[in-house]
């Protein structure tokens, strides 16, 4: 059962530059959470960026429900203050990093990270400092409108 802190918007009916939510991960979150991300990123608008946007962190809640036995996580969008793109970050509480090793082409797993590194412009993790756990960050940067007719 997925469990939200909601963070509302400033102001009335428009959203700030940031999100954020703990969740206890189930087996809907990547779809409620991607759905608060595309709301986000055509406020935003940033609507291009929202299916890579939306792949990434697919991948990493799969990774949170898959490797984290509590299955806790927060999860922040940060627009950036330019408007060049998104930053996402998912913090959960196993230590482990999100390195995949050489992909069996049989497994059933394994490939979340080369599908992050795939659809993002960069990303990366960090342990956190005070407590067991990372945090696993991925952005997004808007293309100039040239490149995105190309």
């Known amino acids: 059962m997925d469990h939200a802190t909601h963070q509302p918007w400033p102001g009335l009916g428009?959203?700030?530059s940031r999100y954020g939510t703990d969740f206890t991960l189930g087996?809907?979150?990547a779809r409620h959470l991607r759905r608060i991300l595309r709301v986000y990123l055509n406020?935003?608008?940033m609507a291009e960026l929202c299916d890579p946007a939306g792949l990434a962190l697919t991948e990493l809640v799969a990774n949170v429900v898959r490797h984290t036995p509590d299955r806790r996580a927060a999860v922040l969008m940060t627009r950036w203050p330019d408007g060049r793109g998104v930053r996402v970050e998912v913090t959960?509480?196993?230590p482990r990093p999100?390195?995949?090793p050489a992909v069996d082409e049989l497994a059933e797993g394994g490939?979340?990270?080369l599908?992050?590194?795939a659809v993002t412009d960069r990303w990366g993790w960090d342990?956190?400092?005070d407590r067991p756990g990372k945090t696993v960050w991925f952005e997004c940067d808007v293309k100039p409108e040239k490149e995105q007719r190309d």
């Open 127 to 129: 342990p956190l400092p």
């Open 27 to 29: 087996e809907h979150s």
């Open 14 to 16: 428009s959203p700030g």
């Open 115 to 117: 599908i992050v590194d």
């Open 92 to 94: 959960d509480t196993c």
């Open 43 to 45: 406020a935003w608008e």
């Open 111 to 113: 490939r979340g990270v």
């Open 98 to 100: 999100p390195v995949s």
